[in-house]
Every structure is written in C-alpha cells, then in structure tokens.
Nanobody, 123 residues
C-alpha cells in the first residue's frame, strides 16, 4: 500500500507562486506515474498534471500549461508541482495520486491518493 502525503499548500495573492510536494511512504512510487488533481468547492475533481515513472513524460491541463511544472526526485521519493502566476481560479484542494499502470488523465485510473492540501489564491 502506497501512502501519499501532500504539503506546501497555503494562501497566496494572485500572481504569486507555491510549490506543492507529494511524498510517498514507499519506494514503490518510483514505479508509478504520479498525477496532481484539484477540486474546488462545488466542482468535480479535475486533472492538473501527470508525470511518468521515469520523469521523461509530462502532461498538463490546458488551464495550467505554461504556469505549472511537475517534476520528480526519485532519490527523495517525492513529486513536486511548481505553480507560478497563480490565479483565483486555481483555488482548490490539490491531491496527488499514483498509478502503477502508467500515465492517466482520469481520476478513476489512479490507485493511491493523498488527503490533499489547500491552495487559496486571493485577488
């Protein structure tokens, strides 16, 4: 069982930056694709970004492409989401998830989930 823990959320003004971290309890994460999702109040959980197990492939939602960067440090068993130029519309709970079967864009494809970290962007 892979346990994921997100950190790095907080409150920031529009235009600001945050870096989220997703740490895994086991080295199994190194063999999983890892994705970030977010869920705003009253909305469905949506895909944000994903990185392959090797780190060689990344994909982003159109709404964050060019502003967010996903990366992984295998030695630290951690995946990061660097968020720049934040907008109030980015306000949500951010979740990381792991999929041992490879890159996926649907939440249902992911086997392991963290509990989320709140990101609030004020205008």
């Amino acid at each position: 069982q892979v346990q994921l823990v997100e950190s790095g959320g907080g409150m920031v003004q529009a235009g600001g930056s945050l870096r989220l971290s997703c740490a895994a309890s086991e080295r199994t994460l190194s063999r999983c694709a890892v994705g970030w999702f977010r869920q705003a109040p009253g909305k469905e959980r949506e895909f944000v970004a994903v990185i392959s197990w090797s780190g060689g492939s990344t994909y982003y939602a159109d709404s964050v492409r060019g502003r967010f960067t996903i990366a992984r440090d295998i030695t630290k068993n951690t995946v990061y989401l660097q968020m720049e130029s934040l907008e109030p519309e980015d306000t949500a709970v951010y979740y990381c998830a792991a999929d041992p079967d490879g890159i996926a864009g649907r939440a249902d494809d992911y086997d392991y989930w963290g509990r989320g970290t709140q990101v609030t962007v004020s205008s």
